[in-house]
């Protein structure tokens, strides 16, 4: 079935610390990852994505690692600020099948900076 | 630019009433997404419509429904309310047919609390 899970629920790290959020998914069809990240009280936005023909990926302060042999994906934040606390979520989807697509989100990882 | 924009905010609705829940995509945006999120869980799909037709539907029963505009604004209504149906409802847009490539941009969320 599909599922996409989070191996820990909560997080604290220090604030400048390097934060790792992981991620698993069961859909070996997938083929596109995003990690959104869930300000209390507002939608999800866009953090950092990647194809499944890619294993890594650098944005700014944040990169996302994908092992497809285990089907694993994290999201690593360096140097974590306050406003880094949230909530994250990971997401994949498949190719379109008879057109129809959608995202499959995992439950969540809250990250808290400590000061 | 606006973002996704949702209506209302806040939803107070008694066991057993119908609910119906707004969302306006990014100009440009074909698609939109409907997605239940429980407290302490994560982001459930609902339904997906895309060019005015449901595309797509998750593990809901029948009693969730929608539908979008011609301008491809969407409603989603919820006839007879259970409590289990109190949840955060987000919607997301992208473009025409796939989210590949292109992040789904998320709303604020319509709280829905049913008493």
């Known amino acids: 079935g599909e599922s996409v899970g989070l191996h820990l629920p909560t997080l604290s790290v220090q604030e400048g610390d390097n934060s790792i959020i992981n991620c698993a998914y069961s859909?070996?069809?997938?083929?596109?990852f995003i990690w959104y990240k869930q300000e209390s009280g507002k939608g999800p936005q866009f953090i950092i994505d990647?194809?499944?023909?890619?294993d890594k990926r650098q944005g700014q302060r944040v990169t996302v690692l994908l092992n497809k042999t285990v089907k694993h994906l994290s999201l690593q934040i360096a140097a974590t600020q306050p406003g880094d606390s949230a909530v994250y979520f990971c997401?994949?989807?498949?190719?379109?099948?008879?057109?129809?697509?959608?995202?499959?989100f995992g439950q969540g990882t809250r990250l808290t900076i400590n000061p | 630019e606006a973002g996704v924009t949702q209506s209302p905010t806040h939803l107070i609705k008694t066991r057993g009433q119908q609910a119906t829940l707004r969302c306006s995509p990014i100009?440009?945006?074909?698609?939109v997404y409907w997605y239940q999120q429980a407290l302490g869980l994560g982001l459930q799909f609902l339904l997906w419509?895309?060019?005015?037709?449901?595309?797509n539907r998750g593990n809901f029963p029948p009693r969730f429904s929608g539908r979008q505009f011609p301008n491809y604004s969407s409603e989603l209504n919820v006839n007879a309310l259970e409590l289990e149906d109190s949840a955060l409802y987000l919607c997301?847009?992208?473009?025409?047919?796939?989210?590949?490539?292109?992040?789904?941009?998320f709303g604020q969320g319509t709280r829905l609390t049913v008493v």
């Open positions: 997301a847009s992208s473009f025409f047919r796939t989210v590949m490539n292109t992040e789904a941009f």
């Open positions: 859909n070996s069809a997938s083929d596109y």
């Open positions: 990647i194809r499944s023909n890619m």
């Open positions: 997401a994949e989807t498949s190719p379109p099948i008879q057109g129809a697509q959608k995202l499959v």
């Open positions: 100009s440009g945006h074909t698609s």
């Open positions: 419509y895309d060019e005015g037709e449901e595309r």
